[in-house]
């Protein structure tokens, strides 16, 4: 089925991405891109949104960390994750469009609890990337969600200028949406001039924050930080190289799945987090891992059937 993207919602003679600075993502169903927090790091000296919203998810994550790392009652974490959930302004994730519900608040604290665990045994994160790699079932639909509450107030604004500068009308917001407020470390209502196409409130969002898949994973943490370090332990006092596979089939029967590895190994390798880190930072720093026009043109734009 034919559907149409936000720029022809608009009336907008654009043909590429090449025309845009924002994401041209379909109304009526979910783009299956995401936003890359590590990605946006790399345009902070380029882009004051960027520089905005890399700011933002810092303080967030520091105070999300001190919450977890210290003793908190359930109150403080449900009111920490009171605005974290699923949304569906910016029509981005593995959705279809209309929904929106997603992970409750009561969800969410369930999804962290582990978290409380990692701290307990002074395995220390302090980055909003080591997230996704350390908690199952927080990938890249539902920490682009979280992240896109928390800068929630910052995409108004890109979305304001973007319809300033194409003379798109926009209307005063009823109903008000919440971001973290980094000055008083809370969520705050922002109501201000909004878009609204089929009488949907859009956020639009940054080319240059989105991915169609992370780098970085549970996955690729597990084979570059443990699997690799034992082939090289392993070749070093026996003189043989077991492959990968062969390592990953002994973990995970000794251990039963890729989180408890991971646990383990952190509490015993407290370096792991940090050094994934710093060899993230030199791939992004000198690979170009955003997308360009034409990828995004790929992924956008179809033709009628």
């Known amino acids: 089925m034919y559907t149409k993207n936000a720029s022809q ?11 845009l600075d924002f994401v041209d993502v379909f109304i009526d169903e ?7 927090p590590l990605l946006i790091k790399c345009f902070t000296d380029f882009d004051i949104y960027a520089h905005r919203v890399n700011d933002r998810l810092n303080s967030f994550f520091n105070y999300f ?7 908190a009652n359930r ?12 949304i569906n302004e910016t029509k981005l994730g593995y959705g279809n469009g209309l929904n929106g519900k997603g992970s409750t608040c009561q969800g969410l604290v369930k999804l962290f609890s582990p978290l ?17 790699l350390v908690l199952h079932g927080f990938a890249e639909d539902r920490f682009s969600d979280m992240i896109t509450n928390i800068i929630s107030d910052i995409l108004i604004d890109f979305t304001y200028d973007q319809c300033q500068k194409y003379k798109i ?3 005063q917001a009823i109903e008000p949406r919440y971001f973290w407020d980094d000055t008083q470390n809370q969520w705050k209502p922002v109501f201000g001039d909004r878009l609204y196409i089929n009488d949907t409130p859009i956020l639009l969002v940054p080319k240059w924050f989105v991915r169609p898949k992370y780098f970085y994973n549970t996955r690729d943490f597990f084979i570059q930080k443990i699997v690799k370090y034992l082939q090289n332990k392993t070749e070093i006092a026996h003189g043989y190289r077991p492959s990968i596979t062969e390592l990953n089939e002994q973990l995970l029967t000794e251990y039963g799945c890729i989180h408890a590895v991971i646990f383990d190994f952190l509490k015993n390798y407290p370096g792991l987090l940090e050094s994934y880190q710093d060899d993230l930072g030199l791939k ?4 170009d891992f955003h997308l360009n026009d034409v990828t995004l043109d790929d992924l956008l734009y179809r033709s009628e059937q």
């Open 116 to 132: 409380e665990d990692l701290f307990d045994n002074q395995i220390n994160i302090s980055s909003p990337i080591d997230v996704p």
């Open 65 to 71: 960390f001190s919450v977890y790392s210290n003793p």
């Open 169 to 171: 009308d926009t209307v």
């Open 9 to 19: 919602h608009l009336g907008l003679d654009v043909h590429s991405h090449e025309q």
């Open 284 to 287: 992004y720093d000198f690979t």
């Open 30 to 36: 979910d783009s299956k891109l995401f936003i890359d």
């Open 75 to 86: 109150s403080e974490k449900n009111t920490l994750l009171k605005h974290a959930q699923e």
